[in-house]
C-alpha cells in the first residue's frame, strides 16, 4: 500500500535560515509526488510536483528514488512562507492522492 | 474561471436534519473529489468521481451520500451525523486522477 510520512509536526526557523521539510513514501512503482501548501484561511493550494521540476517561490524537490524521499527545501525562509505543509502521493492511473501528515513551519522574524 | 466553488461556506445542523453541499468546477475536469480534514490533520480522501461514475468509496458511511448530477457539479448528501462528523469538507478536481488536484476552500460543518 502507498504511504507517505512526514516526521516533523511543527519546524520553526528564523528568518533567512535554511529549511528543509521531510517527505519519505512507500510506494513499489513509480509515484507522483507532490507538495501541497495552506496557509492560514486559505484553501489547500499545489506548491510544487516532481515531474514539473520547478522552484516555486523559492522552493524546490527533488525526487530521491533510492531513498525513496521527496524532501522540499528552501535556502532562505520567509515569515510569509509560515504554512501547513503536505507532501502528496499519487499513482499512475489511480485517482487516489494520499497526504502525508503534515508539518507546521513556523517562521520568526 | 480556473477554481473550485464549494457551498455553503458553513452549515450547522443536528444530528436529526438532512442538508447537502455542494461543488462546482467549470475546468473540464473529469476527476472529481470529497475530502474530510479535521483540525490539524491531513485530508482524508471519501469519495471519487471519474467520468460522472463513483470510482473510489474509502469504507464512509452510509449517512453520507455523494452525487454527481454532470461534469461540473458534485454533491454530499448528509442525514443523521454524528457529532464527530463535525470537520471541514473539501472537494477538489482533476483533470485526470494523475495530475495536480485543484481544492475549494472547503464547507465547514458543525453537527449539534
Known amino acids: 500500500a502507498q504511504r507517505v510520512t512526514q516526521p516533523e509536526k511543527l519546524l520553526s526557523v528564523f528568518k533567512g535560515a535554511p529549511v528543509e521539510l521531510k517527505c519519505n513514501y512507500s510506494?513499489?512503482?513509480?509515484?507522483?509526488l507532490f507538495w501541497y501548501v495552506q496557509y492560514s484561511r486559505q484553501r489547500l493550494q499545489l506548491l510544487l510536483r516532481?515531474?514539473s521540476r520547478e522552484s516555486i517561490k523559492g522552493f524546490t524537490a527533488d525526487l530521491n528514488k533510492g531513498e525513496t524521499s521527496f524532501h522540499l527545501k528552501k535556502p532562505f525562509a520567509q515569515e510569509e512562507d509560515s504554512a501547513m505543509y503536505y507532501c502528496?502521493?499519487?499513482?499512475?492511473?489511480?485517482?487516489?492522492?494520499?497526504f502525508g501528515t503534515g508539518t507546521r513551519l513556523q517562521v520568526f522574524p | 474561471d480556473t477554481e473550485v466553488t464549494q457551498t455553503p461556506k458553513h452549515l450547522v445542523m443536528g444530528m436529526t436534519n438532512k442538508k447537502s453541499l455542494k461543488c462546482e468546477q467549470h475546468?473540464?475536469?473529469?476527476?472529481m473529489y470529497w475530502y474530510k480534514q479535521k483540525a490539524k490533520k491531513p485530508p482524508e480522501l471519501m469519495f471519487v468521481y471519474s467520468y460522472e461514475k463513483l470510482s473510489i468509496n474509502e469504507s464512509v458511511p452510509s449517512r453520507f451520500s455523494p452525487e454527481c448530477p454532470n461534469s461540473s457539479l458534485l454533491n454530499l448528501h448528509l442525514h443523521a451525523l454524528q457529532p464527530e462528523d463535525s470537520a471541514l469538507y473539501l472537494c477538489?478536481?482533476?483533470?485526470?486522477?494523475?495530475?495536480?488536484?485543484?481544492f475549494g476552500e472547503g464547507s465547514w460543518l458543525t453537527v449539534v
Open positions: 516532481h515531474i
Open positions: 477538489a478536481s482533476s483533470p485526470t486522477g494523475w495530475n495536480t488536484i485543484y
Open positions: 475546468m473540464g475536469h473529469r476527476a
Open positions: 502528496a502521493l499519487s499513482t499512475y492511473n489511480t485517482d487516489k492522492l494520499i
Open positions: 510506494y513499489s512503482g513509480s509515484p507522483e
